[in-house]
């Protein structure tokens, strides 16, 4: 069985920097897309970066330019490199996967396996 984990989550102050890892038991990371989530007080979750099985990366529109999605393969971690934050990142950060293995576009839906998240705080 597949087990996520977040980390890297902290206090930063605005302007400042991040880089979450996602790792996993039980599977290679390799073989899947996996998706980056956030959810901050009071709103819905939703996607922020995800990358595919060939490296396919995609951001969505708030973040790009800040946030950088990426593999290393040895260390079997996924990771989501945050520049530039601001306080409107302030969020639990969570990583997923739908474990369809080999696919070359990665997406925000049908996720089965979630991490239990990592809280980001952007304030001074």
């Known amino acids: 069985q597949v087990q996520l984990a977040e980390s890297g989550g902290g206090l930063v102050p605005p302007g400042g920097s991040l880089t979450l890892s996602c790792t996993a038991s039980?599977?290679?990371?390799?073989?899947?897309?996996i998706s980056w989530f956030r959810q901050a007080p009071g709103k819905e979750r939703e996607g922020v970066s995800c990358i595919s099985t060939i490296g396919n990366t995609y951001t969505v529109d708030s973040v790009k330019g800040r946030f950088t999605v990426f593999r290393d393969s040895a260390k079997n971690t996924v990771y989501l490199q945050m520049n530039s934050l601001k306080p409107e990142d302030t969020a639990v950060y969570y990583c997923?996967?739908?474990?369809?293995?080999?696919?070359?576009?990665?997406?925000?839906?049908?996720?089965?396996?979630w991490g239990k998240g990592t809280l980001v705080t952007v304030s001074s």
């Open positions: 039980g599977s290679t990371l390799d073989y899947y897309g």
């Open positions: 997923a996967t739908d474990l369809v293995p080999g696919t070359a576009y990665c997406s925000y839906v049908g996720m089965n396996h």
